[in-house]
Structure formats: C-alpha cells, structure tokens
C-alpha cells in the first residue's frame, strides 16, 4: 500500500463558501480515495486558517510547520507528502511578499527531509501545489487585500522553487474553479477537478519515483 499525506489548508479540509464542511467523499482528498482504491492510503490533513511557519496574532495553533512534524512521524513511513499552504499567509496580518511565503514554503520541504519520514528512512517524495486563484473577494476582501495579484506572483515563485529543490509541482489554478461567495474556496467542481489531476499525479510521481 502507497501512504499519502495530503498537508493543507481550508480547501483541503473541504470549508464550504458558505460555511460548514463538503462531505468526506465530496473533498478532493476522499475522491482521490476513491478513484485509487485499496492500494492507496490517502490521509487528510486540512485545517482552516493554517500558515507555512507563522503564528496567527489571532487565530491559534495555525502554525502549519509546528503541527507538521509530529504528524510526519504519527503516519510515517510516507511515499508522498501532498503540500498545498500559501493562502493564509496572504493576509494582511502577516504582511509578507511572495518571496517570503515561498522562502516560507521551503522551509517547510527542507523540514520534510530532515525528517527521514519515508520507507527505509529515506525522504518521501514531495508533490507541492502552488494555491488556487483567488478572484473576486467578497466578506473576505478586507483580510486579504492585494492577494489576487500576490498568489500570482506566488505561483511562479513556487514552481522555480520546485525546479531548485527537485519537488514535483502543480498550479491548482489551472484547474480548480472557486465559489464566487467568498472568492477564496473551490466549490463541488473544484474539488472534483483537483481530485481528476491529483489521482494522476500522485500515480504517475509513485510509479516515476520507485
């Protein structure tokens, strides 16, 4: 059996736009489950409002790195690690650039391989997603002013950081649609579509990688 950790945020803890939470088997991480079967384990590790390496000044125990160690070793040995953070450090609070949030992001790999989490005490291999779009803000546009253009950047950033640290990369933009409610969460297709992608990747980067 192939062990997958699928490390995120509010999208990948299913937070609907309009409050509450998508289903099990309606998240991009229970599709994936389903359309790999037995022979895969996928494990679901969304919580909302998570950052790379900060802390929230006002939402506790965000910390993505702080709680990514432990469960590295609560599920390990892993043979992928799924990262898709990004979105939260966007906020205002932080005041941070694409390049921070992208140095922010590579810690969090480095942290990975320190970490011997995969089989035989080797690194698992790594698929980073750079965040969906975000598009037009609604009760969120207060929080997360100038962060259209800043995931953006973000995006490009993120994937040379993949070319440099010999990760695997995907742009959930360019597949994922975004519930115009809050402009910030997929919506019921956005999950379907990433879950379409991921399926094949997560095959194709485990077969690649033996």
């Given amino acids: 059996m192939k062990t997958v950790l699928c490390f995120g945020d509010s999208n990948t803890f299913g937070e609907k736009a309009s409050g509450g939470r998508f289903e099990r088997w309606e998240r991009w991480t229970g599709q994936v489950q389903k359309r790999l079967g037995d022979e895969y384990y996928i494990i679901e590790e969304g919580c909302g409002g998570r950052t790379t390496v900060w802390d929230d000044p006002i939402e506790e125990h965000k910390n993505g790195k702080k709680y990514l160690i432990p469960c590295l070793h609560s599920h390990m040995p892993l043979d992928l690690v799924v990262i898709m953070l990004g979105t939260n450090d966007l906020k205002n609070r932080f005041s941070l650039s694409a390049l921070d949030i992208a140095y922010s992001i590579e810690n969090i790999i480095l942290s990975i391989y320190k970490e011997n ?84 990747r997560i095959v194709q980067i485990l077969n690649d990688d033996k």
């Fill in 117 to 200: 989490c995969g089989k035989d005490a080797r690194n698992p291999s790594i698929l980073l997603i750079s965040p969906p779009q975000i598009e037009n803000l609604t009760k969120l546009a207060d929080i997360l002013i100038g962060a259209k253009k800043k995931r953006e950047e973000l995006s490009g950033r993120l994937e040379t950081l993949a070319g440099e640290l010999r990760v695997h990369f995907l742009d959930a933009a360019s597949c994922v649609t975004i519930d115009p409610q809050d402009g910030v969460h997929m919506d019921l297709q956005g999950h379907a579509a990433l879950a379409n992608v991921i399926s094949e």
